[in-house]
C-alpha cells in the first residue's frame, strides 16, 4: 500500500555520522576486536557495547581491572584514523546533504574531529562547517548537549531541528534535546530503534527551504 510521505519542518539537520551518513562497520570492527582480543573479551560484545558511543565511554565500561583506558583509547583511536578501507557512503547521503544550505546542517558524531574528517572525505561526503565531535563534550551520547552544541553554534535551539541517528544511544540524546528523531536503519536492527520516524537509508529524504525554514520529506520510511 502506497503510503503518504512525512513532512518535517526545521531550522536545522543535525546528523550522527557513522552508520547514519557513512557505512564504517569494517574498519571499526577490525579496531574493536584488535582491542577486545587483547583482553580475552568477546569481540561481538564490544562492537555492539562501542555502537553510537564515544570510544573512552565503551572502553571505560568495559576494560579490565589494570588496564590504561586513556592509553588504550588514544591508540584505538589513531588506528581507526589510519584505517578507511571499506568506508561507505550510505544511499541518499550524499544528495541530501549537498541539497541542505551549508550553515544549517552540522554532524554530531561520538568519533573525533580528526576521524570524522577523514571518513567524511573516504565516502565522498562534504565536511560541514560544523563539527562537534567526542572531544567537544563531557558528556556523549545518550546525554543531549552534543546535539545542543551543535544548534547553539549555528545560532539555532536543538529543540527546532531534525536529527538522523541509527543508535540507541544516539536517539535517546536527540528525544532529550528536544528535536525531531528520524531512525536511519541500513546499519542497525530496526526493532531496536525506538517507535521514531523510521527508514532504510537516506534516498527517500528531500530537502527543501521555505523561507527561513528546512522542510523534509521523508518518502521510503520503516514500518
Excluded at 564490544?46 to 591508540?75: K, M, N, Q
Excluded at 541509527?166 to 531496536?192: E, H, L, Q, T
Aim: proline share 6%; charged share 25%; aromatic share 4%.
Amino acid at each position: 500500500m502506497h503510503r503518504q510521505p512525512d513532512f518535517l519542518r526545521c531550522t536545522c539537520v543535525l546528523f550522527d555520522m557513522d552508520g547514519t551518513l557513512l557505512d564504517s562497520r569494517a574498519p571499526m570492527h577490525r579496531a574493536y576486536t584488535e582491542w577486545a582480543e587483547r583482553y580475552g573479551l568477546d569481540p561481538a560484545l564490544v562492537i555492539r557495547e562501542a555502537h553510537g558511543r564515544r570510544t573512552i565511554d565503551t572502553l571505560s565500561a568495559l576494560a579490565p581491572a589494570g588496564a590504561d583506558v586513556e592509553a588504550d583509547t588514544l591508540a584505538l583511536m589513531r588506528r581507526e584514523r589510519e584505517d578507511v578501507d571499506g568506508i561507505l557512503a550510505i544511499p541518499g547521503a550524499a544528495e541530501l546533504l549537498r541539497s541542505l544550505p551549508p550553515n544549517r546542517w552540522a554532524v554530531v558524531t561520538s568519533a573525533d574531529k580528526a576521524l570524522a574528517s577523514r571518513r567524511l572525505q573516504a565516502a565522498g561526503l562534504p565536511v560541514p562547517p560544523f563539527i562537534v565531535s567526542a572531544e567537544d563534550v563531557a558528556r556523549g551520547k545518550p546525554a543531549p548537549d552534543g546535539f545542543e552544541m551543535a544548534a547553539r553554534r549555528m545560532g539555532l535551539e536543538a529543540r527546532d531541528a531534525v536529527v538522523f541517528e541509527d543508535a540507541p544511544a544516539g536517539i535517546a540524546a536527540g528525544i532529550a534535546a528536544g528535536a525531531k528523531v528520524v531512525a536511519v536503519a541500513w546499519a542497525s536492527s530496526a526493532a531496536g530503534l525506538g517507535e521514531t520516524l523510521r527508514v532504510h537509508d537516506l534516498t527517500g529524504v528531500t530537502a527543501a527551504t521555505d523561507g527561513s525554514e528546512i522542510v523534509l520529506q521523508v518518502s521510503a520510511r520503516l514500518a
